[in-house]
């Protein structure tokens, strides 16, 4: 009587859809740019994978095949999640309001 | 090492806090907390990883100097990048998700007991099936965005590259992937392996090359779609409840951002995919007719815009190619001083992606509520008296609304010919994005403005 | 290594929740009437328990404390079930556009 | 029998289905369709019961026997019911669904292996906790709803029931039921389970009675929103996914209603719940002073209408009571052939429930594309000739954008007295829900026409 765990994965999949569809269809049209720019970040969530990898190897032999392709990987979404972010965040900083004052 | 039930509460709350990044971004003020919630998901997600695999031998090291280097690598690139480059360095960090989710398809391959997968040539069937997908949309991803950044950047040149027998060549390639990826599941066979990912390099090159370079944007969403669902195959690998949520989010988020520009240019997703735009529509810019039209000078406009009570901004590509954002806030500073209400319009496709002129305006200090989406607006037109379009031009053909002929025809487009008059601010008469000519530089209440729109909008500054 | 079920369910009701936040909010104002009755008639889905509470008796004994609670159960689930997405078919139908030909 | 995996699957595509159902209320065109989504998802979700129990001994002759007794009752209901009797319907229907769940956690504690959750006095922990939730808010929501519905029906007084030391009362009674629920857990004893069962019952009840009837709106979203974590919680029992989904969804929903109910009242949530409302006003209702209004019959309405070039209609609960409606759609028709503009302006909380007026008028098959929101419409009835203003008070009454002592002062208003012209029909100078006068009766550009509202629209009618 036990669920394959794969099952509740697709459940999971197909409501975080319903979720994406929501939450990037209220994201309002100035915001577009930023949001293709931390979309992009928060996809390199797939550094998890590469972490792993990386760890993989024991302590006499860090590097095999398999280990080196871990540590690139993990340098190529790191680029991405600080980039990502980063330019996120700097772009974020410039949006304001008209000031009060004025 | 941390038990596998924590670990995964923790990818759950890493997913949420996902969810949050991008409700934050439904509005300005709530937009910097968004991204700061997505900054806390990833660090949660990184660090339960290195909880749960618990083994913190020298590879740890490794890790964290990887992570720094490309870390140091990705804070550069953001801090220099400059605003009017966005598309090409959104195109390029696809590139980079997408290798690394190769990268570690291949990895999971080479080692599976390091992910609980079975073990090498006897993987689970389930699993392999799940990485070979995700490997393959990376592959995918990776040579697509590589093509698009290069076009972007100039490098490669923008006009579509077509041979005959081109979509033919395409589909039997994409029907290859499938066998390929078929024959690997049964015989586990790392040969296999190697060419399905050689094979997906190349389709994802041959896919994007026919395409136009100003059709990019489009493109890089839906790679950015690709990404996102590349991300949630290796998450059922990995069996990560923050990658399955994460890939759905940006697998949403990128076939959202595809559709609402194929709507707002009045064309179907296909007919962007299949390539060719902007070659077939040379013929039809060159045969334009001469006709006379109104040109005018820095003074002319300063003295028109000094008069008027209302003036409405329409900005467009050429201002981001011109970089006169800052110019631009100048002028209306100025105008703004004189008492002269201003606004700004802002075409749902202007630019080269979305939001990019919402972006230049904020980088120029515009503040975001004088600025305003083509609804919200469009009606003002009638009552104002400039309209100041500098560097748009197909946001603002009306044959959108005339000529069923037309290739832009029922895209909505902004009714700036109901000003009193417009100022139109680019460099010559040539046609814009889609090729076609406007009718409006033709008409009576249009003064053209041949310059720079950067040089021109400063001189008129001196001249109010 | 098996992650417990019930961490599943539990991503499967938070993600629920934020598709019901988006969902209802969502719903134009003139339908809410009809929001609520419809979320009263699939909130009966309970009747999925109850039916299993009513074929919890066997051939000689079919009804035991339990599964009589059941059928009680089934029956006031059905009222709701029934009651409810007609009386939501029936206020929907009203819903009406303006005649072309007026 | 079907496998645990293949229900499970079925499960969620029926939660799917129950989203699409909510989903498509967001407008009238895909609404129907939504239903029928609903509909398919239930049909999917017993018939993957049935199928995944498997016994189908004599038992299932009496499922499908009491399937077919509550839903020929179901359905009676439904056809006979009035359309202005929704707010006790939907009351009604919550106290059943609170009672379902009641009784399935009855039979899950004394059945347990049925449910696969341990055996009778051995019940899993986590089971058990979520049981007993799942039953107590299930029958706060059944005895809660009961009162409702009888303060709606009136066969209870609509008067709040207030004594001293309510509040103290109630919170120790909370407090009891958590402490009941801990030794349940630690005993699994049947005794604490009935009073468990029967404190929760009188809690519903004594939570309910100091609200006044005219509160049961947000009093019945909120346990409407009960009802959905009290199913969720089951779910978790079951380990149904159908169950879990549609539990969210309904929580979600109730909530947002009341939010959206108490935010149109601009009363806090905390306000309604801790009851009195509508006793303590009654003081401030009797001080009002005589001031001359000007009265008017039939005859001088139909005379300003019709030479009006638009009006708009303002209908609020005393339509409902006064069944209006069909009269009013009449009226409208008439002055529509006089090629006069009519829309209809309603307010948020119009009425005594969330799109209740809308409900009323599409039965009246007014068209939905004449009926506006408050955003929409306020700011024409500066350009309107008359606003008729049939059985709605509270939410014309300027006393919200002025007086910052008035219990509404803040929720928003309709702005009526723009209009050249208001008619107020109604029976008396007695206020409405809120319990406080409106100065509106008494202005140079209102005449009252004091009438039971169906009466009133019919005169006018005839007379115009
Ligand atoms: N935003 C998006 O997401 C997106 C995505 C894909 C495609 N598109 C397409 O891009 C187009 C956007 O429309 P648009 O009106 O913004 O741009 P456009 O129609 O492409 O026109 C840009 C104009 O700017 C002028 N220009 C270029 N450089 C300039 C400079 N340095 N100074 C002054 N003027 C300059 C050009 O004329 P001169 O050469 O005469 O100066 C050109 O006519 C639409 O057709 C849309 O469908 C947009
Ligand atoms: N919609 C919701 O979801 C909701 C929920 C909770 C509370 N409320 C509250 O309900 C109120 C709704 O405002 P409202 O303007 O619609 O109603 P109202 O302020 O309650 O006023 C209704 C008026 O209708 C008149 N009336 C009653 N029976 C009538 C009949 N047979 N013929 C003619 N007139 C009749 C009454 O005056 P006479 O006695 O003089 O005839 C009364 O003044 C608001 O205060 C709102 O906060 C609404």
Sequence with gaps: MEIDPLIFRLSIFILSIFVGYYVVWSVTPSLHTPLMSVTNAISSVIIVGAIIAGLSGNSENVFNTSSIFGFVAIALAAINIFGGFLVTQRMLAMYKKKKKGK | ?464
């Design chain 2, 1 to 464: 090492m941390i038990s596998a039930n924590l670990s995964a509460i923790f990818y759950l709350v890493s997913g949420v806090l996902f969810i949050l990044a991008l409700r934050g971004l439904s509005s300005p003020e709530t937009s910097r907390q968004g991204n700061f919630f997505g900054i806390l998901g990833m660090i949660i997600a990184v660090t339960v990883t290195f909880l749960s695999v618990g083994n913190f031998s020298t590879g740890l090291i490794y890790v964290l100097l990887f992570i720094l280097i490309g870390g140091s690598i990705g804070a550069f690139i953001a801090y220099k990048i400059p605003m009017t480059a966005m598309p090409e360095l959104v195109a390029g960090f696809h590139s980079l998700v997408g290798l690394a989710a190769v990268f570690v398809a291949i990895s999971a391959f080479l080692n599976p007991e390091a992910f609980n997968l079975g073990s090498q040539g006897n993987i689970k069937l389930g699993s392999l099936i799940e990485m070979s997908i995700g490997a393959a949309v990376g592959a995918i991803t990776f040579s697509g965005s590589i093509i698009a950044f290069l076009k972007l950047q100039g490098i490669m040149s923008g006009s579509p590259i077509t041979f005959r027998g081109q979509h033919p060549l395409n589909a039997v390639i994409l029907i290859s992937i499938l066998v390929l990826i078929y024959y690997l599941c049964s015989t586990q066979s790392s040969n296999l392996f190697w060419i399905l990912l050689a094979v997906s390099f190349l389709i994802g090159f041959l896919l994007i090359i026919p395409i136009g370079g100003a059709d990019m944007p489009v493109v890089i969403s839906m790679l950015n779609s690709y990404s996102g669902w590349a991300a949630a195959g290796i998450g059922f690998t990995l069996e990560n409840t923050a990658l399955i949520i994460t890939g759905a989010l940006v697998g949403s988020s990128g076939a959202i951002l595809s559709y609402i520009m194929c709507k707002g240019m009045n064309r179907s997703f296909f007919n962007v995919i299949l390539g060719g735009f902007g070659a077939t529509n040379e013929t039809s810019a060159t045969k334009k007719e001469q006709r006379p039209v109104k040109s005018g000078n820095a003074d002319d406009a300063a003295f028109l815009m000094k008069n008027a009570s209302s003036v409405i901004i329409v900005p467009g590509y050429g201002m981001a190619v011109a970089q006169a954002q800052h110019a631009l806030r100048e002028m209306v500073d100025t105008l703004k001083k004189n008492d002269i209400k201003v606004s700004y319009a802002i075409h749902p496709v202007a630019g080269r992606m979305p939001g990019h002129m919402n972006v230049l305006l904020a980088e120029a200090n515009v503040p975001y509520d004088e600025v305003f989406e083509l609804e919200e607006i469009n009606n003002d037109f009638a009552n104002a008296d400039v309209a100041f379009v500098i560097g748009a031009n197909d946001v603002t053909n009306p044959v959108a609304k005339t000529d069923p002929q037309s290739p832009i025809y029922g895209m909505p487009v902004l009714d700036v010919e109901k000003c009193k008059s417009v100022l139109f601010v680019k460099r010559s008469l040539s046609p814009g994005y889609a090729g076609i000519d406007n009718d409006l530089f033709y008409k009576e209440n249009t003064l053209m403005l041949f310059a720079d729109a950067k040089k021109m909008t400063e001189d008129i500054t001196k001249n109010l």
